[in-house]
Each structure stands twice: as structure tokens, then as C-alpha cells.
């Protein structure tokens, strides 16, 4: 499970076109990296597939920054 | 009323990206028809096409340049190539809006015949096979018709009036002679305005094979596909890319001192009223357009040195539009050029009359009219009709008519004068 967090960073920076040096982990989507509310969706879609985890629409619009998606995957992704 | 002129070109086609590029081969009278690329072609009958040469080489669409590659996914390739086009447009105008108000002033009208067919295409299949969570939050704006307006609006900063025509293969005529229009009745100073299409897919080609409107007998010769008025011509060839013209009232173009590469002063619609995709036999709507456009002009058909077809290279549109150009001329035929550019490119759809509309401004700044490629054995009704057979012409062009006619009965005329 070590690597949640570099993949998730990953994720982040191929889709949001953002400098690897940016995406830390108290950053948040919207306000940090320049992401608008359908880049939000997707970042969620992308997570769901890389991860094999169902993020529902409720718990995705709690996944407000990196941490909130590592912590969401470590607690709900499967082993 | 205000009079509109031309101060800037941007082409994206199967000949290249950028006008300069675009005129070179046109009249060197080379073919943009290539086999298709990019998808299986084996169980469809037309196997050829114009598309937009992909590359970092000279004259090839290298997306990266126009659009950042994170954002490339949120948008279909008509869009992609309606930014393209518009970027070089109005780089070629010059105009760069500085205060709030020239940017409430400068308007953006591109439309497009078909839209986002490939990602329509993608998307229902994803939604077939993985189910509705996995449909993309892009997937609508990337295929939405008037996005392609609304990406160029955002990334230029232009918030006049933004617009976007659909009306199949007359939309690029029917956006720059509406935009004009809008300029002529001080809606706006400038007009970015064309079309646009990328409907070279899997799905758009089995289309329009199964309309039987595709070029069938050239797969093996797919520069030779192309070929109006030729009587060896089987259909058309379809095509993608996108034509931007930047639009300006004259005297906002004076004052700046932009280069004007001509005026548009006609501009002629009509409807057929007869079927959803043949043309009526009589060619009256294609006749209404053009008389239209010349009334609207106040010139007289001895007037028009050019005339650029909407010739799509299927045996029945040909000849009806040959004919109403025969009945509208009548004795001023002896001197016209007529060519169909589409021998070289392909029909562009709904970014055809916008290409077209921009080859025939540059025939005019060149003296040269482009060529019908592949024509070899002209139809009898040919007799006596320059058609620019094979190879470009020398001659002043003082005025040029573009003709484009579309499904449903729908007809545009386009007349561009040189400015002196």
C-alpha cells in the first residue's frame, strides 16, 4: 500500500498537467492545481480504475485535495 | 450599410496547416487524398480520404502546438482544428484586442457540419460496455457543435457575439456570410468566423458509404478518387480540417492599417425544398444562391472572374450545379474559370465553404485560379466550360463566387471582390 500515494500523485499530474513539485499532498484540486469541477469527475474516474475501487458521488465530493484521495483509497481500496 | 473586409486566413486541411502552405500545393496541383489512416477500413467501401497530415514536419498538424496536451482529451478533433485555424487567423490579422470594449466587439461564429462524431462514437460504445460511471464529465463539451466557437472565444479573450451555424456542407459559407452580416449591422466590429469537421472515423465513413454518396471504384488510387466533372467520378471523398477567416468592418481595418485581402460583398441562401440529401433537378436553389449573392453585390455575372464549385464529384450534383452556372452566366460563361478544389482536398463538410471561400480570397491576391484535378474526360456538358482542368491558370480575379450546397436542401453564395 506504500505506493498509493505516488500513484495517486501520478494520476494528478498526467491529468491536471501539473509540475510533479506541486502536487504535495495538502494540495488542493481546485485552488492549488487549476482544476475546474468537471477535472475533479474525471480525477475521480481515474482514481477508481487505477485503484479497482468504487468511489461513490457523495464520498468523491469529499476528495477535495491529494490527501483526502490517499486517504479514501487506503481506507476503501482492496488489498 | 457598414462594408466588411477580409484581414486574416487560417487553414488546417489534407494539403497542411497554414494559408501559405495551403496555396502552394493547391497550385502545384497536389492531392491531399490518401488511403485512410487511424482505423480499419477492410469491411468499408470507400477506403480513401482526405486527412489532416499528422507530424512536426513542414505543413503537418502538430496538435501540441495549438492546445496543451492535458486539455487535447476535453475536446474532439473538429474543435481541435477549428482552434488551429482560428489561431493562425488572427495572428495573420493582427488584431489584438486591448480594452474591454474591442473584446465585447470582436465575435466568434465557426460551425460545423457534424460535430463530434468520433467521441459520440467512443462514448456509446463506453457506456455499452463499461456502463454510465465511466462516461467522461468532457464528453458532451468535446462534442458539442458550438464549443469549437466557445474554445476560441476563451482562448482569445473575445466576448461579442458567439455563434455557431449547422447546416451540413453550406456551414462554412453560412458562418462567414452570417458574421458578416453581424459586422454590417454593428453587432460587432471583427467576426472570427468558418467551419469545421473531423468526421473521417469509422462511424462517418460507414455513413455516408451507406447514403452510397462515397467515391467506391479509387481505393487502390486514392489521388484519383477526386475527380468532378470527370466522367469517370463515382461520389465524393470525404475530408476533414477547418477554414477561419477574420472578419472587419473596413473602416476599423483602415484605421488599424490591417491587410485586407478582400471584400465580401455577396452573399446569397436558399432552400431547396425538394429532398433530404439530392439536390433538386432543376439547380433553382443553387441558382437563387448565386443570383442572390450578386444582387447583394451589385454586380453583374460578367463581373466574376472565378467561380469556386461546390463540385463534390458525384454525377448528379455536378451536373445540376454546372447547370445553374451555365443559366446564370449564360454569355458571360466564355470568360469564367470554374474550378472544385475539392479534387485536391476532399469534401471538408461543414468546413468546406469556409476552405473554399479562402482559396477563392487567394485567388484573387495571386492572379491564379486553382486547378480540377483528374480531369481527364470531361462530361459533355463541359463542352466549351473552363474548368481549370488538371493544372492552374494565370488570370486576374477581381471577383470570385464560392458555391456551397448542403443536405437538406440548403444553398450558399459567397462573393469576395479585391479591395484596391
Not at chain 2, 492535458?70 to 474532439?76: I, L, P, V
Not at chain 2, 464528453?139 to 476560441?152: R, T
Not at chain 2, 469517370?232 to 490591417?258: C, M, N, Q, T, Y
Request: proline share 4%; net charge negative.
Amino acid at each position: 500500500m506504500s505506493d498509493i500515494a505516488e500513484r495517486v500523485k501520478k494520476i494528478v499530474v498526467d491529468h491536471l498537467g501539473v509540475e510533479e513539485s506541486k502536487v504535495v499532498e495538502n494540495a488542493s484540486f481546485i485552488d492549488d492545481l487549476g482544476a475546474d469541477s468537471l477535472d475533479t469527475v474525471e480525477l475521480v474516474m481515474a482514481f477508481e480504475e487505477e485503484f479497482g475501487v468504487e468511489i461513490p458521488d457523495d464520498a468523491a465530493e469529499k476528495i477535495l485535495s491529494v490527501k483526502d484521495a490517499i486517504d479514501f483509497i487506503k481506507a476503501n481500496a482492496p488489498a | 450599410m457598414r462594408r466588411v473586409v477580409v484581414t486574416g486566413l487560417g487553414l488546417v486541411t489534407p494539403l497542411g496547416v497554414g494559408h501559405t502552405v495551403n496555396w502552394e500545393r493547391l497550385i502545384a496541383g497536389q492531392s491531399g487524398i490518401r488511403a485512410i489512416t487511424g482505423f480499419e477500413t477492410s469491411d468499408l467501401a470507400s477506403k480513401v480520404a482526405g486527412q489532416v497530415p499528422r507530424g512536426t514536419g513542414d505543413g503537418d498538424f502538430n496538435a501540441d502546438s495549438f492546445v496543451p496536451p492535458k486539455d487535447q482529451r476535453k475536446m474532439d478533433d473538429f474543435i481541435l482544428y477549428a482552434i488551429a485555424a482560428a489561431q493562425e487567423a488572427i495572428r495573420d490579422s493582427g488584431w489584438t484586442p486591448q480594452t474591454d470594449e474591442e473584446r465585447e466587439r470582436t465575435g466568434v461564429m465557426v460551425g460545423s457540419g457534424i460535430g463530434g462524431l468520433p467521441g459520440i462514437a467512443d462514448g456509446a460504445v463506453t457506456l455499452h460496455e463499461k456502463g454510465p460511471r465511466r462516461l467522461s464529465p468532457f464528453f458532451i463539451p468535446a462534442c458539442l457543435i458550438n464549443l469549437a466557437s466557445g474554445h476560441i472565444s476563451i482562448q482569445h479573450g473575445f466576448k461579442g457575439p458567439n455563434h455557431s451555424v449547422v447546416t451540413a456542407c453550406s456551414t462554412g459559407a453560412h458562418a462567414i456570410g452570417d458574421a458578416a452580416r453581424l459586422i454590417m449591422w454593428d453587432d460587432a466590429d471583427v467576426m472570427v468566423a468558418g467551419g469545421t469537421e473531423a468526421a473521417v472515423s469509422r462511424l462517418g465513413v460507414a455513413g455516408f458509404a451507406a447514403m452510397r454518396a462515397l467515391s467506391t471504384n479509387f481505393n487502390d488510387t486514392p489521388e484519383k478518387a477526386s475527380r468532378p466533372y470527370d466522367k469517370d467520378r463515382d461520389g465524393f471523398v470525404i475530408g476533414e480540417g477547418s477554414g477561419v477567416v477574420v472578419l472587419e468592418e473596413l473602416e476599423h481595418a483602415k484605421k488599424r492599417g490591417a491587410t485586407i485581402y478582400a471584400e465580401i460583398v455577396g452573399y446569397g441562401l436558399s432552400g431547396d425544398a425538394h429532398h433530404i440529401s439530392a439536390p433538386a433537378e432543376d439547380g433553382n436553389g443553387g441558382f437563387r444562391a448565386m443570383s442572390g449573392a450578386l444582387k447583394r453585390a451589385g454586380l453583374t455575372p460578367a463581373d466574376i472572374d472565378y467561380v469556386n464549385a461546390h463540385g463534390t464529384s458525384t454525377p448528379l450534383g455536378d451536373e445540376i450545379e454546372l447547370g445553374a452556372v451555365k443559366r446564370l452566366f449564360g454569355t458571360a460563361m466564355d470568360k469564367l474559370a470554374m474550378s472544385s478544389t475539392k479534387s485536391a482536398i476532399g469534401h471538408l463538410l461543414g468546413a468546406a465553404g469556409a476552405v473554399e471561400a479562402i482559396y477563392s480570397i487567394k485567388s484573387i491576391n495571386h492572379g491564379i485560379v486553382p486547378p480540377t484535378l483528374n480531369l481527364e474526360n470531361p462530361s459533355e456538358s463541359c463542352q466549351g466550360v473552363n474548368l481549370v482542368a488538371k493544372v492552374a491558370q494565370e488570370r486576374r480575379v477581381r471577383a470570385a463566387l464560392s458555391n456551397s450546397f448542403g443536405f437538406g436542401g440548403t444553398n450558399a453564395s459567397l462573393v469576395f471582390k479585391e479591395f484596391a
